[in-house]
């Protein structure tokens, strides 16, 4: 073989393998880049308190005790601190016109609540529902606090804990005693259940049919003329003292509700003296047997009526129809009103109405 065919066969073997190499480069499909996972996004939801029927405010359901405090409303009580942590207020008629408030806590913590005042024998009554929680007062006539240990009730009355007052110096006697939820669960009796009552309304975030009203007045007396107005902004009943100064706590927070039930009670007085001024204490039977109740939530009033089997029963509420009225997620604020008072409301003109609005009157 002659040193030119030799050439000729190297530069055609050389062509051959590059030739190879590009149509092996052109037949290998370019890799794809892998897809990164889509993120996830896990939406957790606070649990719901048995009180309120709406999310936790601290997160979590606290394991305690609900616990109940008698806060006065007196005009030289107020601005009371508290009332805007609460789960359930009852405002009660006591003697003299004037109300006070058995306000309970479970849910929320509280880092002021007062003033505190005695107890009542109604306090009993109302507290049966809830499997008699601690009471939290100052003193009470001997009657009263003989019934409350007959009851079962965990007596906190505060002149037996001094750790547990705060006096404000801002303040005088005696609507100068305060607390805190902090203060209140650190002296609660050993024994006492440490997990959340059970509930005791039903809950819906659907109103039931009722009629659209602007605003609800209760005149308990020229003390405590009070007036809920629906805010349609803050899906809340306001509350007012003489229909237009509102009612706020020392925090500055207005006084409000998800829920406001009227529920009319026949009061009677005696057989005890509850001041040096004569005065009867306030008497109302609020089991095992019924009344008429009205309930206010998202704008609308519902009519009904209201009772309670037992004492140790939940109050039930329910429509013309007899069927349960749900309450909205939320604060309920319970007004027990004599059937002496003539409660009323405004109707709305914006919005139709279901049914016909029913004003208790007096008797």
Request: proline share 9%.
């Amino acid at each position: 073989m002659t040193a030119t065919t030799t050439t000729k066969i190297m530069k055609a073997t050389a062509l051959l393998s590059a030739g190879a190499l590009l149509l092996g480069a052109c037949s290998s499909s370019p890799k794809k880049p892998k897809k990164k996972a889509a993120a996830t996004t896990t939406t957790t939801k606070a649990p719901v308190c048995a009180l309120t029927g709406a999310p936790s405010p601290l997160g979590a359901i606290p394991q305690r005790s609900a616990l109940a405090a008698k806060v006065d409303n007196y005009q030289d009580a107020r601005p009371q601190s508290g009332l805007d942590k609460t789960d359930i207020v009852f405002e009660e008629p006591v003697e003299g016109g004037i109300t006070r408030y058995n306000a309970i806590f479970q849910c929320d913590n509280a880092p002021s609540i007062g003033p505190i005042r005695s107890a009542r024998q109604i306090d009993i009554g109302i507290l049966g529902q809830l499997g008699y929680p601690p009471l939290t007062h100052v003193g009470g006539i001997n009657p009263v606090l003989e019934n409350i240990g007959a009851a079962g009730i965990p007596n906190l009355d505060l002149g037996n804990f001094p750790s547990a007052i705060t006096h404000l110096t801002t303040r005088y006697a005696p609507y100068n005693t305060y607390t805190s939820t902090d203060q209140l669960y650190a002296i609660v009796p050993a024994g006492t259940p440490n997990t959340p009552p059970a509930p005791i309304y039903s809950y819906s975030p659907t109103a039931p049919t009722g009629t659209a009203v602007t605003s609800v007045h209760v005149p308990f007396s020229g003390n405590s003329d009070v007036t809920w107005t629906w805010a349609a902004s803050q899906n809340a009943w306001l509350r007012f003292y003489n229909g237009t100064v509102a009612d706020k706590n020392a925090d500055g927070v207005q006084n409000q509700a998800a829920n406001v039930i009227v529920q009319t009670v026949h009061l009677t007085y005696g057989p005890w003296l509850e001041n040096s001024e004569g005065g009867l204490e306030v008497q109302a039977v609020l089991s095992g047997t019924t009344g008429p109740a009205i309930v206010f939530r998202n704008g609308i009033q519902v009519n009904g009526t209201w009772s309670r089997d037992a004492a140790t029963s939940p109050t039930i509420f329910k429509d013309a129809a007899g069927a349960v009225i749900s309450m909205a997620p939320g604060r309920t604020w319970v007004e027990l009103v004599p059937d002496t008072v003539s409660v009323t409301s405004v109707p709305n003109p914006t919005q139709p109405t279901t049914s016909t609005s029913t004003t208790i009157k007096k008797k």
